[in-house]
């Protein structure tokens, strides 16, 4: 029986290979879809108004690991700026080279954790390579927009008590004295 046995990896090495494979598959088919996009958006575009200038290399940190692409780089006759259209699209600010899922998803770590750099690390620990620091973490909450709950009314009566108790020793008993307790309420508008 020695002669036939065989190394094999254990549930963590097996679960870690098949991360790291779809990983690849994903960067790869997401390079593709925003190349295809970005080819046809070069195609159906006002070319009075937009010129291409040339393909522009960047990379997008994804959950799923970096993802290097080419896009077309456009300048904006009517606008007199340059453009990529493809970020406009997919309404991306393709400078920070973040996708809005990674973004969000260290802004939560960071904003329910206890700093950003274990948020930072977090996300370095889970998807297997460095996507942001913790310094950029503090940035792009600096920068977001603060949305404030909506305010919530008070529906029910509120009723504030006050409960003081004195203490009463019983005179020539044999029994021991006591704290009575009095209650004074008071009422809030015309609701009672």
């Not at 065989?6 to 690849?24: A, D, G, H, M, S």
């Not at 020793?169 to 609701?191: A, F, P, V, W």
């Amino acid at each position: 029986m020695q002669n036939h046995t065989t190394k094999y990896p254990n549930l963590k090495q097996l679960e870690l290979l098949v991360w790291r494979i779809c990983q690849f598959f994903f960067i790869e088919i997401m390079k593709r879809i925003l190349e295809d996009l970005d080819a046809q958006i070069a195609q159906e575009r006002d070319t009075q108004r937009f010129r291409m200038k040339e393909k522009s290399p960047t990379v997008i940190n994804s959950l799923f690991g970096a993802i290097p692409i080419k896009r077309n780089y456009y300048f904006d006759q009517k606008a007199h700026e340059s453009v990529y259209l493809l970020d406009r699209y997919l309404e991306f600010e393709g400078r920070n080279a973040l996708s809005p899922l990674v973004e969000e998803v260290a802004l939560a770590l960071a904003i329910n954790g206890p700093s950003y750099r274990k948020a930072a690390e977090t996300l370095e620990k889970f998807l297997g390579y460095r996507v942001i620091s913790h310094e950029a973490i503090r940035q792009h909450l600096m920068a977001s927009e603060v949305l404030q709950k909506a305010r919530e009314t008070v529906h029910s009566p509120v009723l504030f008590v006050e409960v003081d108790g004195l203490y009463i020793k019983h005179q020539r008993q044999s029994k021991r004295g006591k704290e009575e307790k009095s209650l004074c309420s008071s009422r809030l508008g015309n609701q009672w």
